[in-house]
């Protein structure tokens, strides 16, 4: 016979994910983790729940079920003040139902059980686990609450009674409402575990794909100081780092990517009656990753064994939602919740994607962050600083505030776009703005200072990682891509790429991998500093350009600085494209653009004719650049040994001669990206008269060529591209440059070797793809925008080259 102890408490070792209607998916969830994945080497703590049964139990007490059941009777959930007035009644009817004797006794007993196994009294962490809360349909940043730092016995009873009211927050009363779920059917479990001392080391959220494309491979790792609740509250902006999944469980340190949070500052906890406060992160603090690269990775690995558990439960891929603590006194990293993703796995995996994009040109530009999700949204703004304004905000609003709060959810599933001061991408405006499906900025710093109610702004989220606040009402377009309708064609149809922050949802239009990384973003945007800069550094002549870098450098190295930055942005493009090839062809600057880079003006000679100059190939082995290609060349050996991706090939820009070829060869080779060696292939840019002329011998030194229609068109025809004077003049169509493109693909396919082509004629012109088509090149790279409709005419271009070699057979 099952005790009383037993009906209201069960320890995490005795519950798991088939348990959900007794203690809720969060309790379930931790039980399911303790037996299931510690045995695995996944950090789980020990503890216990009370079951829905206590919660009953609580409710026959004092006729507190029926007069709850009063108090909601004909409630109107889109009704603030009613919502409001009855959510304190509840609260309150809940609060002054005193705790039955044997609940409290079942409660003490499973605590004296928890000391027992800790050694000590532990501090506790109490968080609420309603029995509907956590299911893959619907999510809810907060829907109920957690209590941090709870201390002894009589503040646990307390901790375990607010809980039960936090059922009846006006959120959470709101949630139960817009999903159906009627208020006194879904019961709530509370779970009791010791505190991590993350308020002396570090907490975070983990997601098993990225949380704006839906990329399934991607491990997303997000961080601050202290203890968790300033994460999820946006209170912060947090550290973040992408690990790629199956390079990652191959072993290899696959960190794609991270970005540096402001972790302006952190939760402890408090002396006294309180049991947390915040306090500042000092500013060298700040200027530090709160994780160590080994710990990201730890976390990664774990991440992977709990979606494939949970997936092989769910019978079916299953993301995963975690929370991490680092106990900043024994170092120690633990899971303390997991539940199932619910925007991007609930979506059907359908192949029809949504792209928007500005149709006409921006003004001004208000405020910037980052950016959720990847859509537009145009509004009135309404800045809320307090949750008594909220009554203010109207549908089809811009809600601009410092962070949202759940409070807040019934009036943010009708604005138009979220716009917040503070916060990161698993801040809660984030996560809300996800499930309804709303352009959202986090972490602007500024937006509620700068943005003023009534103004007209254009809410962009379209245009990369950066989130931008545009003056006035911009008109936008949303293409719907339908890739089920796509054929498959002899061509191979590639995407040409340069912003590693779009690489994640490109590679869901349908492609064969990257004819074009450009690597030019990365080194501008990601870099900002001349390689040559990095390579000489500190010894450089001008001492300002010194202080800005040594400001940008922080604890780095310079070489360290250069060799993480490009690494991850293009490890990100050859990630999401894993494993299909990612032609990624090194910096092809240009004299007067090198020059703008910081530092970099002393490096750069000035010439009347840059487009024919100092670029390409030639730079690379000559001593003016060398160091600066020999950080080139050892990040992209870090991409393909230290990362895993060996689908990296690296494509050299303008390059004149034979000798000129093996001497680049040479100097990769010293630089450790040797030829043939793991698979490594290096194409060359067909783009010059002399790669035509003399193609079969520069294809004895390149294992393939990809045609560089723009700089091939100017210098066939004898123009400068960057002259607007004899602008009309430039046509890739030209017969001339034709036959000259026409000519490489013949000598490369008597080679053997592949030819390809990544200039802008063919998204242009949909005839010039077709007539390459009926050349027989091997493969053309696109703008992402004209993948499916080009990829049309090719299916269309081939079907017919089929026919007439059908029809000249017959005759």
């Given at each position: 016979m099952m005790t009383t102890t037993q009906i209201y408490t069960l320890d995490f070792n005795q519950i798991g994910m088939?348990?959900?209607?007794?203690?809720?998916?969060?309790?379930?969830?931790?039980?399911?983790?303790?037996?299931?994945?510690?045995?695995?080497?996944?950090?789980?703590?020990?503890?216990?729940?009370?079951?829905?049964?206590?919660?009953?139990?609580?409710?026959?007490?004092?006729?507190?079920?029926?007069?709850?059941?009063?108090?909601?009777?004909?409630?109107?959930?889109?009704?603030?003040?009613?919502?409001?007035?009855?959510?304190?009644?509840?609260?309150?009817?809940?609060?002054?139902?005193?705790?039955?004797?044997?609940?409290?006794?079942?409660?003490?007993?499973?605590?004296?059980?928890?000391?027992?196994?800790?050694?000590?009294?532990?501090?506790?962490?109490?968080?609420?686990?309603?029995?509907?809360?956590?299911?893959?349909?619907?999510?809810?940043?907060?829907?109920?609450?957690?209590?941090l730092n709870v201390r002894g016995k009589e503040a646990l009873l307390r901790a375990v009674q607010n809980s039960y009211s936090s059922l009846?927050?006006?959120?959470?009363?709101?949630?139960?409402?817009?999903?159906?779920?009627?208020?006194?059917?879904?019961?709530?479990?509370?779970?009791?575990?010791?505190?991590?001392?993350?308020?002396?080391?570090?907490?975070?959220?983990?997601?098993?794909?990225?949380?704006?494309?839906?990329?399934?491979?991607?491990?997303?790792?997000?961080?601050?100081?202290?203890?968790?609740?300033?994460?999820?509250?946006?209170?912060?902006?947090?550290?973040?780092?992408?690990?790629?999944?199956?390079?990652?469980q191959a072993g290899k340190r696959a960190i794609i990517g991270r970005q540096l949070g402001t972790k302006e500052v952190r939760l402890v906890y408090a002396d006294g009656s309180k049991a947390t406060r915040s306090e500042a992160v000092a500013p060298d603090e700040r200027k530090r990753f709160s994780l160590t690269d080994d710990e990201v990775l730890k976390l990664a690995n774990w991440a992977c064994l709990i979606e494939a558990h949970y997936s092989e439960l769910a019978g079916h891929p299953q993301p995963m939602d975690l929370e991490f603590a680092k106990d900043g006194i024994t170092g120690e990293l633990f899971i303390v919740q997991a539940r199932p993703e619910t925007v991007h796995s609930a979506k059907p995996r359908t192949a029809v994607a949504e792209t928007y994009h500005l149709q006409e040109k921006p003004g001004q530009i208000l405020v910037t962050g980052q950016a959720v999700g990847e859509k537009i949204g145009v509004g009135r703004v309404r800045v809320v600083r307090a949750l008594s304004e909220l009554n203010q905000v109207q549908a089809g609003d811009i809600l601009v505030a410092a962070n949202t709060d759940p409070d807040w959810e019934p009036v943010m599933r009708r604005v138009a776009a979220i716009v917040t001061d503070q916060g990161g991408r698993t801040a809660?405006?984030?996560?809300?703005?996800?499930?309804?499906?709303?352009?959202?900025?986090?972490?602007?710093?500024?937006?509620?200072?700068?943005?003023?109610?009534?103004?007209?702004?254009?809410?962009?989220?379209?245009?990369?990682?950066?989130?931008?606040?545009?003056?006035?009402?911009?008109?936008?377009?949303?293409?719907?891509?339908?890739?089920?309708?796509?054929?498959?064609?002899?061509?191979?149809?590639?995407?040409?790429?340069?912003?590693?922050?779009?690489?994640?949802?490109?590679?869901a239009i349908p492609n064969a991998g990257v004819g074009l990384a450009r690597t030019e973003f990365i080194v501008t945007n990601h870099i900002g500093i001349h390689p040559m800069a990095l390579a000489r550094y500190p010894k450089l002549n001008d001492p300002q350009a010194v202080k800005e870098i040594a400001v940008r450098l922080g604890k780095e190295t310079p070489h360290e600085y250069f060799l993480r930055r490009f690494s991850e942005g293009v490890g990100r493009i050859a990630a999401a494209f894993y494993p299909k090839p990612v032609i990624v062809r090194t910096s092809d600057f240009k004299t007067n653009e090198y020059a703008q880079l910081l530092g970099g003006s002393e490096f750069e000679p000035k010439e009347e004719n840059p487009m024919l100059g100092f670029r390409g190939a030639s730079r690379y082995y000559d001593e003016r650049y060398a160091a600066g290609f020999a950080l080139e060349c050892q990040s992209l050996q870090r991409v393909r040994d230290t990362m895993g991706l060996t689908n990296v090939k690296v494509m050299i820009p303008f390059c004149r001669t034979i000798d000129e070829a093996r001497r680049v060869i040479e100097v990769m080779n010293a630089n450790g990206l040797r030829q043939g060696e793991n698979d490594l292939e290096i194409y060359a840019m067909c783009e010059l008269p002399a790669n035509v002329v003399l193609a079969r011998e520069f294809l004895q030194v390149f294992d393939g060529y990809s045609i560089g229609s723009n700089d091939l068109t100017q210098l066939v025809l004898g123009l400068d591209r960057d002259s607007g004077t004899v602008a009309h003049l430039f046509d890739e169509r030209n017969p001339a440059v034709k036959q000259m493109i026409a000519q490489a693909i013949a000598a490369a396919r008597q080679a053997g070797k592949p030819i390809g082509i990544c200039g802008q004629a063919p998204s242009d012109y949909p005839e010039f793809a077709t007539w390459l088509v009926e050349q027989g090149i091997h493969s053309i790279s696109l703008n992402p925008d004209t993948v499916i409709k080009t990829t049309l005419l090719i299916a269309e271009a081939e079907r017919e080259m089929i026919k007439v070699v059908a029809r000249d057979a017959v005759i």
């Amino acid at each position: 016979m099952m005790t009383t102890t037993q009906i209201y408490t069960l320890d995490f070792n005795q519950i798991g994910m088939q348990d959900v209607a007794r203690v809720g998916g969060k309790n379930a969830s931790l039980g399911q983790l303790f037996y299931a994945l510690k045995p695995q080497g996944v950090g789980v703590l020990d503890g216990f729940a009370t079951t829905a049964e206590a919660y009953r139990r609580l409710l026959a007490e004092h006729d507190l079920e029926e007069r709850l059941r009063t108090i909601f009777a004909n409630l109107d959930p889109e009704d603030m003040e009613q919502l409001a007035e009855r959510g304190q009644a509840a609260r309150m009817a809940v609060l002054a139902t005193p705790l039955p004797p044997a609940l409290q006794h079942a409660i003490l007993q499973a605590y004296d059980q928890l000391c027992e196994c800790c050694g000590r009294e532990p501090e506790l962490a109490v968080r609420s686990s309603a029995t509907a809360e956590d299911l893959p349909e619907a999510s809810f940043a907060g829907a109920a609450e957690t209590f941090l730092n709870v201390r002894g016995k009589e503040a646990l009873l307390r901790a375990v009674q607010n809980s039960y009211s936090s059922l009846f927050t006006d959120r959470a009363i709101s949630y139960r409402a817009r999903l159906g779920y009627d208020q006194l059917k879904v019961a709530l479990s509370v779970g009791i575990m010791p505190m991590v001392r993350s308020d002396k080391g570090s907490s975070g959220v983990i997601f098993t794909l990225d949380t704006e494309s839906g990329f399934r491979d991607a491990v997303v790792v997000s961080s601050i100081y202290g203890l968790g609740e300033y994460i999820v509250q946006g209170v912060v902006t947090p550290d973040e780092w992408t690990v790629f999944k199956p390079t990652l469980q191959a072993g290899k340190r696959a960190i794609i990517g991270r970005q540096l949070g402001t972790k302006e500052v952190r939760l402890v906890y408090a002396d006294g009656s309180k049991a947390t406060r915040s306090e500042a992160v000092a500013p060298d603090e700040r200027k530090r990753f709160s994780l160590t690269d080994d710990e990201v990775l730890k976390l990664a690995n774990w991440a992977c064994l709990i979606e494939a558990h949970y997936s092989e439960l769910a019978g079916h891929p299953q993301p995963m939602d975690l929370e991490f603590a680092k106990d900043g006194i024994t170092g120690e990293l633990f899971i303390v919740q997991a539940r199932p993703e619910t925007v991007h796995s609930a979506k059907p995996r359908t192949a029809v994607a949504e792209t928007y994009h500005l149709q006409e040109k921006p003004g001004q530009i208000l405020v910037t962050g980052q950016a959720v999700g990847e859509k537009i949204g145009v509004g009135r703004v309404r800045v809320v600083r307090a949750l008594s304004e909220l009554n203010q905000v109207q549908a089809g609003d811009i809600l601009v505030a410092a962070n949202t709060d759940p409070d807040w959810e019934p009036v943010m599933r009708r604005v138009a776009a979220i716009v917040t001061d503070q916060g990161g991408r698993t801040a809660h405006a984030a996560i809300i703005s996800r499930e309804f499906g709303l352009p959202c900025i986090v972490g602007t710093g500024k937006a509620t200072s700068v943005l003023h109610d009534g103004d007209e702004v254009t809410i962009s989220c379209a245009e990369g990682s950066e989130g931008r606040v545009y003056a006035g009402r911009i008109a936008f377009a949303v293409e719907r891509l339908d890739a089920a309708s796509v054929p498959e064609t002899k061509t191979k149809v590639m995407v040409t790429v340069g912003d590693p922050s779009r690489a994640f949802g490109l590679a869901a239009i349908p492609n064969a991998g990257v004819g074009l990384a450009r690597t030019e973003f990365i080194v501008t945007n990601h870099i900002g500093i001349h390689p040559m800069a990095l390579a000489r550094y500190p010894k450089l002549n001008d001492p300002q350009a010194v202080k800005e870098i040594a400001v940008r450098l922080g604890k780095e190295t310079p070489h360290e600085y250069f060799l993480r930055r490009f690494s991850e942005g293009v490890g990100r493009i050859a990630a999401a494209f894993y494993p299909k090839p990612v032609i990624v062809r090194t910096s092809d600057f240009k004299t007067n653009e090198y020059a703008q880079l910081l530092g970099g003006s002393e490096f750069e000679p000035k010439e009347e004719n840059p487009m024919l100059g100092f670029r390409g190939a030639s730079r690379y082995y000559d001593e003016r650049y060398a160091a600066g290609f020999a950080l080139e060349c050892q990040s992209l050996q870090r991409v393909r040994d230290t990362m895993g991706l060996t689908n990296v090939k690296v494509m050299i820009p303008f390059c004149r001669t034979i000798d000129e070829a093996r001497r680049v060869i040479e100097v990769m080779n010293a630089n450790g990206l040797r030829q043939g060696e793991n698979d490594l292939e290096i194409y060359a840019m067909c783009e010059l008269p002399a790669n035509v002329v003399l193609a079969r011998e520069f294809l004895q030194v390149f294992d393939g060529y990809s045609i560089g229609s723009n700089d091939l068109t100017q210098l066939v025809l004898g123009l400068d591209r960057d002259s607007g004077t004899v602008a009309h003049l430039f046509d890739e169509r030209n017969p001339a440059v034709k036959q000259m493109i026409a000519q490489a693909i013949a000598a490369a396919r008597q080679a053997g070797k592949p030819i390809g082509i990544c200039g802008q004629a063919p998204s242009d012109y949909p005839e010039f793809a077709t007539w390459l088509v009926e050349q027989g090149i091997h493969s053309i790279s696109l703008n992402p925008d004209t993948v499916i409709k080009t990829t049309l005419l090719i299916a269309e271009a081939e079907r017919e080259m089929i026919k007439v070699v059908a029809r000249d057979a017959v005759i």
